[in-house]
């Protein structure tokens, strides 16, 4: 057999690659088990000579690990997921990459080929978990096995070609002394909320998307004394709870025929049968707010919980509805007593312009004799003319 040996310069040209990565792809798709950096080199270096390729050892490793990433990763994304400072990737089509870094989007000049390929990576990733992306099932949610979030989309709900979201999480939660270093929160806010978190205070974390929500939560936790049993609820795991006894249950999906479905309102339910001092819902969204309600108010003080809302009023509001999607028969007023006697803290996280993280507001709430939430504002960073001092909102909507 005739070799060509290459200027050791020169890349691996794209055709040659592709032949490679076809035969490989053949070769593991068939189940065998992923090889380790070596023997994928070696098996390179073999497919680059059985087509009359001689390629520096260096080429050849840099080819490997490239494919590596293709065929056992998220291909060119993998470079992307290995920057620390990266928070979310979002693939709006194959040509089309944007990331959040240190707070701001900014476009990537990567391209993902095309959208087929796009479909294969995410649908190999995926494979393993038991899920399906295809006509039938176009969205799917997924948990890397690094604890990335991966949610993805394909035509004909969308219309950009497959798109893909991953948000990544820290693998060490970041500490009170950080968040203070960083600007989050102020020294004094820090240890007025150690010491509500130690005093059994029921505390919600409301904000907007990526407003930091779940890192305070993860710091909240971290407040809690050792000798206390915790049962983590999440829809997904998001949170980095570092505590010596805690459980973490997460909801799990219905299967393709329909059954099997395990939502977080059976979770928090059974949770209740699980001995816990504390439970921590990740996000409350929709009719598990009533049972999270009605367990910090018969024995399970100290409850913690994150939900989406732009303002603490509107996380009232929000709780209402929320209830009222529990399909029990509870008159408003009904409602507010639960929210009212349930609810200690709520702690409001914002997204300043700049892309940083900050907690805005803490408010206390109780219920009135006649039905309305009391609200007393007790920090503001921002103040604003409304919030002064203690303030009566009938359904925190006013």
């Known amino acids: 057999m005739d070799l060509t040996l290459q200027d050791t310069e020169e890349r691996v040209p794209a055709d040659v690659k592709e032949a490679v990565r076809g035969r490989l792809l053949r070769e593991f798709a068939s189940g065998a088990e992923a090889p380790g950096a070596g023997e994928l080199e070696g098996r390179v270096e073999e497919e680059l000579l059985a087509g009359g390729y001689l390629w520096p050892r260096r080429v050849v490793r840099a080819l490997a690990g490239e494919l590596s990433d293709e065929l056992f990763g998220l291909g060119p994304l993998e470079k992307l997921m290995r920057d620390p400072e990266i928070s979310e990737i979002m693939v709006n089509g194959p040509d089309s990459v944007y990331v959040e870094k240190e707070g701001r989007l900014q476009q990537v000049d990567l391209s993902l080929g095309d959208g087929p390929r796009v479909l294969e990576l995410v649908r190999r990733i995926i494979g393993p978990l038991n899920l399906r992306l295809d006509e039938t099932s176009p969205m799917v949610d997924a948990r890397l096995p690094d604890g990335s979030r991966l949610n993805a989309v394909i035509p004909p709900l969308s219309l950009n070609g497959p798109t893909v979201t991953i948000r990544r999480f820290r693998k060490r939660p970041f500490t009170v002394e950080e968040l203070v270093e960083m600007g989050t929160l102020t020294p004094e806010i820090a240890s007025f909320i150690r010491k509500?978190?130690?005093?059994?205070?029921?505390?919600?974390?409301?904000?907007?998307?990526?407003?930091?929500?779940?890192?305070?939560?993860?710091?909240?936790?971290?407040?809690?004394?050792?000798?206390?049993?915790?049962?983590?609820?999440?829809?997904?795991?998001?949170?980095?709870?570092?505590?010596?006894?805690?459980?973490?249950?997460?909801?799990?999906?219905?299967?393709?025929?329909?059954?099997?479905?395990?939502?977080?309102?059976?979770?928090?339910?059974?949770?209740?049968?699980?001995?816990?001092?504390?439970?921590?819902?990740?996000?409350?969204?929709?009719?598990?707010?009533?049972?999270?309600?009605?367990?910090?108010?018969?024995?399970?003080?100290?409850?913690?919980?994150?939900?989406?809302?732009?303002?603490?009023?509107?996380?009232?509001?929000?709780?209402?509805?929320?209830?009222?999607?529990?399909?029990?028969?509870?008159?408003?007023?009904?409602?507010?007593?639960?929210?009212?006697?349930?609810?200690?803290?709520?702690?409001?996280?914002?997204?300043?312009?700049?892309?940083?993280?900050?907690?805005?507001?803490?408010?206390?709430?109780?219920?009135?004799?006649?039905?309305?939430?009391?609200?007393?504002?007790?920090?503001?960073?921002?103040?604003?003319?409304?919030?002064?001092?203690?303030?009566?909102?009938?359904?925190?909507?006013?």
């Open 196 to 398: 509500a978190v130690a005093h059994r205070a029921n505390i919600i974390i409301s904000g907007g998307t990526s407003s930091g929500k779940t890192t305070l939560l993860n710091m909240l936790s971290s407040f809690i004394p050792e000798e206390e049993r915790l049962i983590t609820i999440e829809d997904a795991a998001e949170l980095r709870i570092e505590h010596a006894h805690v459980v973490s249950l997460e909801s799990r999906p219905a299967n393709i025929e329909g059954r099997g479905e395990v939502t977080v309102r059976d979770l928090v339910r059974n949770a209740l049968r699980m001995r816990p001092d504390r439970i921590i819902v990740g996000e409350v969204r929709g009719a598990e707010a009533l049972d999270m309600l009605q367990a910090m108010n018969t024995g399970h003080p100290g409850s913690l919980s994150t939900a989406h809302a732009n303002s603490p009023r509107d996380l009232l509001s929000r709780l209402e509805t929320m209830v009222l999607m529990s399909n029990i028969d509870l008159d408003l007023s009904a409602i507010r007593r639960q929210i009212g006697s349930a609810l200690d803290l709520i702690v409001h996280t914002e997204r300043k312009a700049d892309g940083r993280r900050a907690l805005g507001r803490i408010i206390s709430v109780s219920c009135t004799p006649d039905d309305d939430y009391d609200i007393e504002y007790l920090y503001e960073s921002t103040p604003v003319q409304a919030a002064a001092g203690s303030d009566k909102a009938r359904g925190g909507t006013s």
